[in-house]
Each structure stands twice: as structure tokens, then as C-alpha cells.
């Protein structure tokens, strides 16, 4: 036999070769910004998106129907949010079990666009008016398709996994047929209408505006204490030398005034003015009358010095009463009659308690107005409601005397209309004070410039007329808002709330970009306007939608091409487009209803009807008046029912102040400069953490929060990835023949998954950041990997301890990473493949389940025991470190007194001192000596701290008796030693 020299007697022998020492090429940094545009590509090359849909073919169905973002500009931080909670419920859906199908979309049309456009013909001096409509079309067209691939680009950026190779656009040809097609099915079931209301109007972009176009912002307005005096229906002589007083914030409305409105339920007095200044607009003997309320304000106001109390005035004496318009002797148009009207609307908070009424002008006031046509009609008074203000704010002919004046510029800054007003009250005498307020006022969204309430001509969708079955459109919409999930709960009450109290829709907009409203119309001779109801024609015309895009509408001759045989019948072609919210709205019906061009979505049946499938919305909060709020209408106006069965809410983003974020305050922050700087997955890891059902937070520290947070979870599975280099599926130990300590791990595995997938199915990513985070670094890191970490490395192969936490680090991995993947979607990817290869894909496979016969909770019960005594001990060793009495934790071998009898023997029961790490340990009975270290919170365990004896193992640094020492290897452990005999055997058969 030839002699070998052991490595014992090799001088300067190199042991670390010999231990099981992770090995990855999984990095410690994750230098996401190179690495994550790589997995995207080899995503692309891969066909990722395809393999998705075939791997899930014959699933129940569980499609995210995007809601369209506008595409005229880079993301921002919200449009962020957005995109990254959808892909966490579409990725965490299909690793559920369900076809989670996801098709990407854009809003194209409307006044966003249309004013880029505009503003760069103004850049270059050019009028937009002298353009041709098809062309000035074309140019919207081009710049929503060349900021509809910057977005799309920078959401595939994010990790957002769709079909991006085929997303829907509002302004693609086949859709801008199927938008036509609905509003001609709500043509033809009489609920579209045009009407005259007031409506939001915005002078800045000549268009009407829907309520979700319009946000308040502070406004200074001009305020007026206006009397009317009483010229009939007055049954005392004391109130018919009266006159009621109104007060307003927008004195350009005074030329439509019509009407008075009082309440019932307040209490009103007839004044007397008994002492003012001389030159003052209130003058002595004047009398009034006012809510009893506001009267102390109001004189103040006028600046009033001295007042009696006449009398009351009852309701039933003010509804019979008359005033003269106060412009009355200004021109002779105001020469009609004021009546007054009892209106729930008024109140005696602010003002006078009686609010001057202009229909033209005001939602209530034309609510009551017309509430009351009937009854003004028969006591002779005209009911038509002027149209006292055009589209450029300009005052008209119906606002007698101020012809020509102007409420805003067409800048949005003030005009001279309201000054004009009140100087023709003061010619009047009709003035009684005059003042400024600073309010909130509602402002166009875009231009930022306040907006009017004009009476216009406009195409309306009807909210409470008769459908044929006992229902309304309203009743319809809220039936479909009580069988929908709302997620949080309270969406519902706020939709409800808005549906329930919502004027009829206005769906006609008087700009150019958009779908037309296409339908025909002639006057009828007993006025209003009747709507042509073709079937051929309404197809005819959808069919050259389809192919020519909605500009086949604009092209000369197309009236005559689409009436064909009914030209001469005097119908007029309607050349309003559609409210971009009616659009948006529609999206559900070239989506997920059209088998032709988006296959995947093509047979879904929803829960709603019977079926497995489900349809999801979600969106901002700001959404239940728009997106969510439109697409209810559209669908239960054209099918009864709702668009969807969930609909989820997210909060807005603010600055870690809590502020709104603002480019003149500095505070915005870029997705673009995240990514670019820490990567998309560490964006997706702030979004699943936050609190995303309300406002939510971002800024330098919050985010230093996540990458801190990032590069533990990393560095978790990293170690992972290392240690499982040494494991062999053919190596792993049954559940029945492994250690308490893996046996508790898996048990702790078998409570996690539930908690996950319940987590993940209740859209909560919070939790699943928590719970994993938690069990990733307090569990695994701090505790588990921490105390098998010596089996790991130094044991021999063939240990049963070693292969059993080998076995359970590998069903820890691939739990960890599958339930990771939805929102750490590149790092898991790049986890994944490290250990299985390119050919898969993380996202392809499902949360990985646990075996409930783990569950064992007596075990967790008493290693819960055993847990709280090691806190213990690793605190006195971390004061012996702290004062260098001893350096690793295996350099110390402490005495551990035990009262309790029972955690005693559960302590006896396992290898303790390997669970603290050191390298010898006693258990006593007993309370120990008063100077042994105690911890708080955990009572009847004392430790006394010593250094450990004999000689530190050449291998596993542990500290050893030398006389237990094989002979062959008198440096190392036992235990060291037979695992260098395994080592020279299998290098020999090497």
C-alpha cells in the first residue's frame, strides 16, 4: 500500500477546498439597470407572452381590461403605479391558475392631443381654422401614434408583461367603427337626445367639458349684492315698496337671469334701512327682504349702520310675489317678469337666502326652471331660456345692452362683462354692495383656466328615461354597481353616489380630433330635432369606419354617400365628435368583444353570466367619475349590465411631504431616473409596499427604504442559489427522516403558502412584501441559515443533517421565488435561471404550493420555546463581543440555567448548542447567579458566559477537545474528520 500524507501533515494545506461553500454566479449586486433590459430581450426573443397564453390554455379567464392612458407625453410616477399594480395582479393571477390575459390600450382622441396641435400651429403663427379638417385630423393621428410607442416602450421598461405586439387605440380604424356603432345603438333606443343645458364650457378650448375634465382650483371672483324690487303678487303694501336682494359670485349671469329661488324651510324678514353713510348704495328707508339669518352679514356688507325689523315674511307670501329684472330700466330687453321659486337647493349658510336664478347658467337653476315650465306658462311667462353667452365668452344679442362684452379672453383671464354688468346696476340703483372672494372655482384640467356654465345646443344620453323593460339607464347602473366587487369596499358608495345623483350625460364635444357623433338629424316643426334610424345606413357607415378610419365622416360628399336614397329628405349630417370619455367608455366592446382582432380575449363568460371568467378594471380613485364611470354607462346603456365583475382603486402619488407633486415646486419624481439609477424591480418593490388603496409616498428616503429592503431579499436568495450548487434531487431526505429543526421550516412553508396565494388573490401586495420579507430575513437569514449553516459547509456528504437542509432549502427556493416573481419580476426571473436554465421562465410556472402534512404546530410550539431561550444566549454573547472578551460566537462555550423543568428538557431535547452556534454549551437547572446575564421578556433564563476550551478546528473553526481527535486528523473535529475521509475518497475515485 503506498503511503499517503494527510492534509494534516501537509503543511499549509488549503481546507477551504474541502467545504460545501456557496457557489452562484447569481451577483451580490444586482446591477438591475444592465440586467434587466436583457431579460426583457431574451423575454422578446423567447416569446414569453405566447408560451403564457399556451400554457394556460383551457384556464378560466381572468383579464385586466386596461384602462387607456393618454398618449401625449412620458410616463410619469403615476402613470408608473398604474402599469406595475396591474402587471402584479395579471402576473400573480396567472401563477394563481387562471388565463391572465392582458392587452394594452391608449386613449388617441380628444382635446389633450388636439391642443398639442394647436399650440405648435400657434408656435409657427399658422390658424388652425384655415387648415383642411382632414389633415389637421392626420396631424393628431401621427402625434398620438409617435407618443403611443414612447409609452409603450417605457411600460415594457417597467417588466409590464402584455400583448404588446397588439394593444388596442382608440384611434385605430376598427375601433373608431365599433365607438360609432355604439352611440348609434343608443341613437336608436331613443336615449341619445340633443337638448339645451348649461354645461361646463371652457372659452380657452372653444369645447364643453365633462365633469371629470374639470378640477377646482382658488379662484378671485366678484362678488355682488344685487336688488330686485317687487312689482306684483305683494299682499302687504310694506312688501310690495320691498325688494328681495341677491347675492353672486359671477355677476356676468345677472343679463339671464329669469328667476328668484327661495326655501320653504328658512325663515325671512322684511328690514329696513334706518341709518348709512350719505353716499352710500344702501340708503335709508330702503327695505329688504332677507333670510333673518344672513341679515347682520349682509348689511355689513353694505355698510349698513343701523337696520329695524319689520316683520316676517312667510314662504307662502314670497312664492306669489314678482320682481322687476334689475337691469329693467338698463335696456328694455329686461322688461319681463321674475318670479320667485321655493328650490331645495337654497340655503341660508352664506349669501342672502335667496339665490338669483339664471337657467342658462346653472345646473339648479336650470333643474328648477324647468321643473316649473309648466306652472310659469300658464301664469304668461316666457320660459325660453336665452343664449346669453357664445363660445368665445363673448356676450350675444339675448344679453341686451352688453352685446359685445366679454366674460373671459380667450387667454382665460377675466373680461370686461362683469364690470360692465355692474355699472349698469349702479345706473339702476339696483346695487347694494360689492366685494371679491377668493374661492374654489372649476378649472379646465388642461388649459388650467377657469371655465363658464353656458346654455348650449349639445347631444345628451339620457339617464332616467323608460328602456322598454321597467328600467332606466340610472336603475340599470345601479343595480350593475351592486353586483360588482369594489376594491377597497368603499368604491361603492362613492360610485353610487355619483350615479344616483348625475345629470343626463353630454356626449358632444365642438372640436375636431375624435369620433363623430355619427348620426343625422332634421328640425321637427313642433321643435327639437328627430334622429334618422337606419340600420343600413348606420352600417354602411360603421363599414367605412372600419376601412378609412372616422374620417371617412369629414370627406366632401359623405352625407350624400351615406344617405344614398334619403338625401332629399332634409337630414342634416352631425359633425360633433364624441366626448372622450364616451370613447374610453366604449373600449369594452372592441377589446374584449372582438374575436377578430384581439383572439385572446375572444370567448370570455364573465361570473356575472354564469361562467369562471372574470373581468377587472383598475384605476386611479379619480376614475369613479371617469373611466369607471363612463364604462358603466356606455355597457349598461347598450347591454344592462356592467362592463366588469372587480374593480380596483389606487390612490394618487405624492412627495415624502405629502405634497402633490409639481414641476413648480421641484418635488416630481421620474420613473424614468429610478429605473435608470436602482432599476424597475426596485419601483415594483415600492408599489407592492405602499398602502396603494390610498395616497401613497416616494422621494430619496423612501426609496433608499426599498433598495435596503431589495438587497436583503437578494442577497437571501443568492445564498440560496450558492448553497444549492452542492444538491442533487437524487440526494434529498424524506419528510419523515429529517430533523426537527428542517421539518419546522417546512412547517413554517406549509402556513406561508396560503397566506401568499390569499394575499395575492385579495390583491394585498403589502402583505406579500411583509409576509415574505418577515420569513426571508428574520426566519431564514437571522435564524435558520444562520444556525445550518456549519452542517452545510462542513458536514460530510453523506449526512443526513446536511442533505435534509439541503432538501429544504431547495423547496424553500423554489417557493420563494415563484411567490417573489409578480413584483420582483426581473430578480426572480434572473434567480430562476441561474439555477434551472434559459429554456424556462419563472413566470411560467405556478406559486408553488406546500404540502399541508407539514403543518405541524406542536413542533412550532416548542421551537417558539427554544427560539426565546436563544435570544438569550446570542445576547450575552454579543456582550461579551462588544466588550472583545470573545470574537465569532463559536470562540465561546456559556452555561445556561434553566428554571423551568419542562423548557429544560425541551432544550436537552436538541443539538443547542449547534442552534446558538457555539462551540460547546451547559444546560443547568435553575435560576443561576445574579451576575449571569438575563434578557427581559424572557424569565427564568440566566447565562453565564465563557470562552470555550481545547483546540479551534483547522476546518470548521469550531473548538474541540484535542484527545477526541482522529489520529489522522489531529486539527479537526470528529466531525470534520469523517467528512475529510469522504473528501479523499471521492477525490481518489476522481
Not at 137 to 149: D, G, T, Y
Amino acid at each position: 500500500m503506498t503511503d499517503v500524507t494527510t492534509p494534516s501533515e501537509a503543511e499549509g494545506f488549503d481546507y477551504s477546498k474541502t467545504l460545501f461553500l456557496p457557489q452562484t454566479s447569481f451577483p451580490m449586486r444586482g446591477g438591475l439597470p444592465q440586467k434587466e433590459p436583457e431579460i426583457l430581450a431574451r423575454w422578446q426573443k423567447a416569446g414569453l407572452y405566447r408560451r403564457l397564453r399556451e400554457s394556460a390554455a383551457g384556464r378560466p379567464k381572468f383579464v385586466l381590461h386596461d384602462g387607456p392612458p393618454y398618449a401625449n407625453g412620458n410616463i410619469h410616477i403615476g402613470h408608473a403605479l398604474n402599469k406595475i399594480l396591474k402587471d402584479l395582479v395579471t402576473r400573480s393571477q396567472q401563477m394563481l391558475g387562471f388565463d391572465s390575459n392582458y392587452v394594452p390600450g391608449w386613449d388617441c382622441h380628444g382635446l389633450p392631443i388636439e391642443w398639442k396641435i394647436e399650440e405648435q400651429y400657434r408656435a409657427k403663427g399658422l390658424n388652425k381654422d384655415e387648415v383642411p379638417l382632414i389633415e389637421f385630423r392626420q396631424e393628431c393621428r401621427a402625434f398620438a401614434e409617435h407618443w403611443l410607442s414612447v409609452q409603450r416602450e417605457e411600460f415594457k421598461r417597467l417588466g409590464i408583461e402584455g400583448d404588446w405586439e397588439h394593444p388596442y387605440a382608440t384611434m385605430a380604424f376598427p375601433a373608431e367603427a365599433q365607438i360609432a356603432r355604439e352611440i348609434m345603438k343608443f341613437a336608436m333606443t331613443d336615449q341619445l337626445y340633443r337638448g339645451s343645458k348649461p354645461v361646463m364650457w371652457s372659452v380657452v378650448e372653444k369645447t364643453s367639458l365633462a365633469e371629470a375634465e374639470v378640477e377646482y382650483e382658488d379662484h378671485t371672483s366678484d362678488t355682488v349684492w344685487v336688488k330686485f324690487p317687487i312689482i306684483g303678487g305683494a299682499r302687504r303694501s310694506e312688501v310690495a315698496a320691498a325688494a328681495v336682494v341677491i347675492w353672486t359670485t359671477t355677476p356676468w349671469t345677472l343679463p339671464g337671469n329669469r328667476a328668484i329661488a327661495f326655501s320653504s324651510r328658512i325663515a325671512y324678514g322684511l328690514y329696513r334701512v334706518t341709518e348709512a353713510p350719505e353716499d352710500n348704495w344702501a340708503k335709508p328707508g330702503d327695505t329688504f327682504i332677507l333670510a333673518d339669518r344672513l341679515t347682520k352679514d349682509v348689511f355689513q356688507s353694505a355698510k349698513v349702520t343701523g337696520y329695524e325689523r319689520l316683520d316676517v315674511v312667510a314662504p307662502t307670501e314670497l312664492a306669489d310675489l314678482i320682481a322687476a329684472h334689475p337691469l329693467h330700466g338698463y335696456d328694455p330687453g329686461y322688461g319681463f317678469q321674475v318670479p320667485l321659486l321655493d328650490g331645495d337647493h337654497v340655503t341660508d349658510d352664506a349669501g342672502t337666502g335667496f339665490v338669483h336664478t339664471a337657467p342658462g347658467h346653472g345646473r339648479e337653476d336650470f333643474d328648477l326652471w324647468m321643473a316649473r315650465s309648466r306652472d310659469l306658462h300658464t301664469r304668461g311667462i316666457d320660459t325660453h331660456i336665452p343664449y346669453t353667452v357664445d363660445g368665445d365668452g363673448f356676450y350675444t344679442k339675448e344679453a341686451p345692452g352688453f352685446a359685445g362684452k366679454r366674460v373671459l379672453t380667450d387667454k382665460g383671464d377675466k373680461g370686461d362683462a362683469n364690470d360692465a354688468v355692474i355699472k349698469a346696476l349702479i345706473s339702476q340703483g339696483n346695487l347694494v354692495a360689492r366685494g371679491r372672494l377668493k374661492h374654489q372655482y372649476p378649472h379646465s384640467w388642461r388649459s388650467k383656466k377657469p371655465v363658464i356654465f353656458r346654455n348650449t345646443p349639445q347631444w345628451f344620453i339620457a339617464m332616467d328615461k323608460p328602456l322598454g323593460d321597467g328600467s332606466t339607464l340610472r336603475t340599470r347602473a345601479l343595480h350593475a354597481i351592486a353586483a360588482t366587487q369594489w376594491v377597497p369596499a368603499a368604491g361603492e358608495n362613492r360610485i353610487n353616489g355619483m350615479i344616483a345623483n348625475r345629470p343626463d350625460w353630454v356626449v358632444s364635444r365642438q372640436r375636431a380630433w375624435g369620433v363623430p357623433i355619427a348620426v343625422f338629424m332634421r328640425e321637427k316643426a313642433g321643435g327639437g330635432v328627430e334622429i334618422l334610424k337606419d340600420e343600413a345606413i348606420n352600417e354602411a357607415i360603421a363599414s367605412a369606419f372600419e376601412a378609412e378610419g372616422a374620417d371617412a365622416w369629414y370627406k366632401e360628399g359623405a352625407a350624400e354617400r351615406f344617405l344614398g336614397a334619403r338625401a332629399g329628405e332634409g337630414w342634416t349630417k352631425v359633425d360633433d365628435i364624441l366626448d372622450v370619455w364616451f370613447d374610453s367608455g366604449s373600449t369594452h366592446a372592441f377589446t374584449l368583444e372582438d374575436p377578430v382582432h384581439f383572439p385572446g380575449l375572444a370567448g370570455i363568460r364573465r361570473k356575472i353570466e354564469g361562467g369562471t371568467d372574470t373581468v377587472m378594471y383598475l384605476e386611479g380613485s379619480d376614475q369613479h367619475r371617469g373611466w369607471f364611470h363612463s364604462s358603466l354607462l356606455e355597457s349598461c346603456g347598450t347591454r344592462g349590465r356592467a362592463p366588469y365583475d372587480v374593480v380596483v382603486t389606487h390612490g394618487f402619488t405624492l412627495d415624502e411631504r405629502g405634497r402633490k407633486m409639481s414641476k413648480s415646486i421641484g418635488n416630481t419624481v421620474a420613473p424614468q431616473d429610478i429605473i435608470k439609477r436602482s432599476g424597475a424591480d426596485i419601483l415594483r418593490l415600492w408599489v407592492a409596499t405602499t398602502d396603494y388603496w390610498d395616497d401613497q409616498r416616494i422621494g430619496p428616503e423612501i426609496l433608499k427604504t426599498a433598495e435596503d429592503n431589495y438587497r436583503k431579499l437578494r442577497n437571501t436568495l443568492r445564498w440560496m442559489l450558492g448553497t444549492l450548487a452542492h444538491f442533487e434531487p437524487g440526494e434529498a431526505v424524506p419528510f419523515a427522516d429529517m430533523p426537527e429543526l428542517e421539518r419546522l421550516m417546512l412547517h413554517r412553508l406549509a402556513e406561508l403558502a396560503p397566506q401568499v396565494k390569499a394575499a395575492y388573490a385579495g390583491y394585498d401586495y403589502k402583505r406579500v412584501v411583509s409576509l415574505l420579507a418577515a420569513f426571508m430575513t428574520s426566519e431564514l437569514s437571522a435564524f435558520y441559515f444562520d444556525v445550518r449553516k456549519d452542517a452545510l459547509y462542513c458536514d460530510p456528504a453523506s449526512s443526513v443533517r446536511r442533505r435534509a437542509s439541503l432538501t429544504v432549502v431547495d423547496s424553500l427556493f423554489t417557493a420563494l421565488v415563484t411567490w417573489l416573481a409578480p413584483i420582483l419580476c426581473f430578480t426572480a426571473e434572473e434567480a430562476w435561471t441561474s439555477r434551472f436554465g434559459e429554456a424556462g421562465s419563472v413566470h411560467l410556472e405556478p406559486l408553488a404550493p406546500a404540502d399541508p402534512h407539514w403543518r405541524d404546530p406542536a413542533l412550532e410550539t416548542k421551537w417558539d420555546v427554544i427560539k426565546r431561550v436563544r435570544r438569550v444566549v446570542t445576547g450575552a454573547l454579543e456582550q461579551e463581543r462588544a466588550a472583545k472578551r470573545i470574537g465569532a460566537p463559536l470562540e465561546a462555550a456559556p452555561t445556561v440555567f434553566v428554571a423551568d423543568a419542562v423548557t429544560l428538557r425541551l432544550l436537552k431535547s436538541v443539538e443547542f448548542d449547534d442552534v446558538c452556534i457555539v462551540s460547546g454549551l451547559t444546560l443547568v437547572e435553575g435560576e443561576g447567579p445574579a451576575e449571569a446575564f438575563r434578557l427581559d421578556g424572557v424569565e427564568g433564563v440566566a447565562v453565564v458566559p465563557a470562552k470555550a476550551g481545547g483546540i479551534k478546528c483547522a476546518r470548521s473553526w469550531r473548538y474541540f477537545d484535542p484527545a477526541t481527535a482522529d489520529p489522522a486528523f489531529p486539527d479537526l473535529t470528529p466531525r470534520d474528520a469523517a467528512a475529510m475521509r469522504e473528501w479523499q475518497s471521492a477525490a481518489g475515485e476522481r
